[in-house]
């Protein structure tokens, strides 16, 4: 790479004069440009590209291309000749800085802790940034003692200093982990703390990052993946989650250190209303089982039920059937339907001399459906037109009132 990497020697250089090297037309149609210098640091690492202005055009991405590589800066319209004066977002730097500092401070942690090494990682100052290590499940006491050693360190203020050494020299250097290169390594050195080898950009002191919060971890695959925030954006977060508990506590009528108790108090009154509830559900599914029974067709001894709902969850259509079956000669047939969706239960009681899972796979037969059960409760379902439809209710009416 020939053009000089301004960020590499002052990463609080935002900005800085250079000249177009070369002007490319990529792929997407968009313009790139390489200059002689640069201090935007392009996607790499595991860290998103910095942003900013070129003379008179955004800078809204920076990557590596080649053999041997350069860095190309796409910009949104066509700049000048001659020199141009160039600026980095500061707010974007200054998170990926807090966030990738505070990412080698984590994976250190992790691996003085746990003996877990870093696999990977992905840093990002707009949205949570992430940490990959072999997968563990943890509890919330084992990551409070990462996050708490982390801040701890950051409150130190150590040096974070970054420095070249040649491949001959690095067994000398208490890595974290083996790099993957064989020239003059840079390495990012935490005072005293934690060594990597590492081209991204990095805050000077600890006491930048302005402390870390581990917000969740989720397994993937064989990973164990830790979502993380630091500096201004783990500020952001306790604002929203302040603003949020303090509007929770104003509905509540509680202070914010009150809201657990208060919390439960609304989940067990919650949980015995919808006891209550669903005591009510099932006399009102009862009531209504009565109701349709009251409606059915008399088919000899068995009384016949036919019944169509749109929109129902099924396990009320189970409810009713459980009531239907132990009602003297009742046979019956329950539908509900969601667009094509068709749901049937049947039931049958002892004394209607059908079989419920029988009547069932002949009714769903017609439209290529499944289900099973038994000989007094069956269910299944299948999709059905309207015509399909009516055919099954025609054809569980013929046979509910011929097979007496």
């Given at each position: 790479?020939?053009?000089?990497?301004?960020?590499?020697?002052?990463?609080?250089?935002?900005?800085?004069?250079?000249?177009?090297?070369?002007?490319?037309?990529?792929?997407?149609?968009?313009?790139?440009?390489?200059?002689?210098?640069?201090?935007?640091?392009?996607?790499?690492?595991?860290?998103?590209?910095?942003?900013?202005?070129?003379?008179?055009?955004?800078?809204?991405?920076?990557?590596?291309?080649?053999?041997?590589?350069?860095?190309?800066?796409?910009?949104?319209?066509?700049?000048?000749?001659?020199?141009?004066?160039?600026?980095?977002?500061?707010?974007?730097?200054?998170?990926?800085?807090?966030?990738?500092?505070?990412?080698?401070?984590?994976?250190?942690?992790?691996?003085?802790?746990?003996?877990?090494?870093?696999?990977?990682?992905?840093?990002?100052?707009?949205?949570?940034?992430?940490?990959?290590?072999?997968?563990?499940?943890f509890n919330s006491k084992q990551l409070r003692q990462v996050e708490d050693l982390a801040n701890q360190v950051i409150y130190e203020n150590r040096m974070v200093k970054s420095y070249l050494v040649a491949p001959e020299n690095?067994?000398?250097?208490?890595?974290?982990?083996?790099?993957?290169?064989?020239?003059?390594?840079?390495?990012?050195?935490?005072?005293?703390?934690?060594?990597?080898?590492?081209?991204?950009?990095?805050?000077?002191?600890?006491?930048?990052?302005?402390?870390?919060?581990?917000?969740?971890?989720?397994?993937?695959?064989?990973?164990?993946?830790?979502?993380?925030?630091?500096?201004?954006?783990?500020?952001?977060?306790?604002?929203?989650?302040?603003?949020?508990?303090?509007?929770?506590?104003?509905?509540?009528?509680?202070?914010?250190?009150?809201?657990?108790?208060?919390?439960?108090?609304?989940?067990?009154?919650?949980?015995?209303?919808?006891?209550?509830?669903?005591?009510?559900?099932?006399?009102?599914?009862?009531?209504?089982?009565?109701?349709?029974?009251?409606?059915?067709?008399?088919?000899?001894?068995?009384?016949?039920?036919?019944?169509?709902?749109?929109?129902?969850?099924?396990?009320?259509?189970?409810?009713?059937?459980?009531?239907?079956?132990?009602?003297?000669?009742?046979?019956?047939?329950?539908?509900?339907?969601?667009?094509?969706?068709?749901?049937?239960?049947?039931?049958?009681?002892?004394?209607?001399?059908?079989?419920?899972?029988?009547?069932?796979?002949?009714?769903?037969?017609?439209?290529?459906?499944?289900?099973?059960?038994?000989?007094?409760?069956?269910?299944?379902?299948?999709?059905?037109?309207?015509?399909?439809?009516?055919?099954?209710?025609?054809?569980?009416?013929?046979?509910?009132?011929?097979?007496?």
């Amino acid at each position: 790479m020939d053009e000089q990497l301004l960020y590499q020697a002052d990463v609080l250089r935002l900005e800085f004069e250079a000249e177009v090297r070369q002007r490319l037309a990529l792929p997407d149609g968009r313009l790139g440009l390489v200059l002689e210098r640069t201090s935007f640091y392009p996607t790499g690492g595991g860290q998103e590209h910095d942003t900013g202005s070129l003379g008179p055009a955004r800078v809204v991405d920076v990557f590596k291309q080649g053999d041997p590589p350069v860095l190309v800066h796409v910009v949104d319209q066509e700049v000048p000749a001659g020199p141009l004066q160039a600026r980095i977002d500061a707010g974007r730097r200054l998170r990926a800085m807090q966030h990738h500092t505070a990412q080698h401070l984590l994976s250190q942690c992790f691996l003085r802790l746990f003996d877990l090494e870093t696999l990977s990682a992905n840093i990002n100052g707009d949205t949570p940034s992430t940490v990959d290590i072999p997968y563990t499940e943890f509890n919330s006491k084992q990551l409070r003692q990462v996050e708490d050693l982390a801040n701890q360190v950051i409150y130190e203020n150590r040096m974070v200093k970054s420095y070249l050494v040649a491949p001959e020299n690095i067994s000398q250097v208490p890595l974290r982990r083996p790099p993957k290169v064989h020239e003059n390594i840079r390495i990012i050195e935490i005072e005293g703390y934690d060594y990597s080898a590492c081209g991204g950009t990095h805050v000077p002191q600890t006491g930048m990052i302005g402390g870390v919060k581990i917000l969740r971890t989720e397994r993937q695959n064989e990973k164990t993946r830790v979502h993380f925030v630091a500096g201004w954006q783990a500020l952001e977060v306790f604002q929203t989650y302040h603003a949020t508990l303090g509007s929770l506590a104003a509905q509540l009528k509680e202070g914010i250190f009150e809201l657990p108790q208060a919390v439960q108090r609304q989940v067990d009154q919650l949980r015995v209303a919808q006891k209550e509830l669903q005591t009510l559900r099932l006399e009102r599914l009862g009531w209504e089982a009565s109701a349709l029974v009251e409606q059915a067709i008399q088919a000899g001894e068995r009384r016949v039920v036919i019944a169509r709902f749109e929109n129902r969850p099924v396990s009320e259509l189970r409810t009713l059937a459980e009531h239907l079956k132990g009602m003297p000669g009742v046979a019956a047939v329950l539908a509900v339907t969601d667009g094509p969706k068709l749901s049937l239960v049947t039931a049958c009681a002892p004394q209607s001399g059908l079989d419920a899972r029988l009547l069932l796979l002949t009714l769903l037969a017609q439209v290529g459906g499944r289900g099973g059960g038994d000989a007094q409760i069956a269910q299944g379902g299948g999709n059905a037109s309207p015509e399909q439809l009516q055919s099954i209710f025609d054809s569980a009416l013929s046979m509910m009132q011929s097979q007496t």
